[in-house]
């Protein structure tokens, strides 16, 4: 049962708050991404705070070497960081690495400080029910900028994962973020998926955003409607060992912490 819940608006904020769970939340597309390659079949998937870290790892490991730099797949990348790209990729009983420009920084910035799961509009149900077993519990917006500016995208699903734990938590205190995301019912609506007008209110949010603007320019706009859609994943990726400038996530769905 949680007890207390907020948001990090910005995931620099993260380092001033501690709590027993940490969700880190990029749904344009780190963490859409993880939550598909773990549905997908991957085994492991190692996020790397830098490219040179990556690509040192996935050889390492004999790993797919996934992410993106200006959203594309630098050059020597086996994948890029498109969640649509995964469903027809072979990954069954494969290990992953993964870069990103601020999703996967942002797993190694909290990583130790409790536990840290990745959620996206993609898995938030899983994810509430995982989260749900901590008493604390403190949604990460991984943002922009190396997590240094804010990101609508990434707050308008932090806004459904602190209701999803709500749902399941019902007296949990909120923090001031985490308040003010419950009653921007607006963005919720933007974001649900369900009736067709929901649907388009959803692509428009995620694709209005400043980031999902450049995602669509860049010719990934059927990311940003996949990563508008809830739980098409059952996966809770999490944290399991993490070390200098990397962190390991496997998918531990069916435990509650
Ligand atoms: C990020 O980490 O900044 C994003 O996942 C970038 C992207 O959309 O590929």
């Known amino acids: 049962m949680t ?7 910005l995931a620099s904020e993260a380092d001033e708050m501690s709590a027993d769970c ?12 993880i939550a598909t390659l773990f549905e997908q079949g991957i085994k492991s998937v190692t996020v790397a705070e830098s490219e040179a870290t990556a690509r040192h790892l996935a050889r390492a490991k004999g790993a797919l070497l996934c ?10 990348f086996d994948l890029g960081n498109s969640p649509v790209e995964m469903l027809d990729a072979e990954l069954d009983g494969r290990h992953a690495v993964l870069f990103t420009t ?3 920084r942002a797993f190694c ?3 130790g400080k409790g536990a840290v799961l990745a959620g996206a509009l993609a898995n938030v149900s899983a994810i509430a029910v995982a989260a749900s077993g901590h008493e604390s519990v403190v949604v990460v917006c991984a943002g922009n900028a190396a997590g240094r500016r804010f990101a609508l995208e990434d707050f308008a699903t932090a806004a459904q994962v602190v209701q999803s734990i709500l749902a399941l938590s019902p007296g949990a205190e909120t923090g001031d973020a985490a308040g003010m995301a ?3 019912w607006g963005y919720e609506n933007w974001i649900a998926p369900g009736l067709p007008q929901q649907t ?26 996949f990563a508008s859609r809830r739980d098409t994943s059952g996966a809770v990726p999490t944290v399991v060992a993490f070390g200098d ?6 998918d531990r769905r069916g435990n509650s912490s």
């Open 3 to 9: 007890r207390t819940i907020d948001i990090a608006v």
């Open 200 to 225: 388009d209110r959803s692509g428009r949010a995620l694709r209005g955003s400043s980031h999902g603007r450049r995602t669509a320019e860049l010719g990934f706009a059927p990311d940003i409607q």
């Open 22 to 33: 940490y969700v880190v939340v990029d749904v344009l597309r780190a963490t859409t991404t």
């Open 67 to 76: 992410g993106e730099v200006g959203g594309l797949p630098p050059e020597g």
């Open 102 to 104: 601020n999703g996967t």
């Open 245 to 250: 400038g990397w962190a390991l996530l496997e």
């Open 109 to 111: 910035q909290v990583a």
């Open 182 to 184: 419950i009653e921007t």
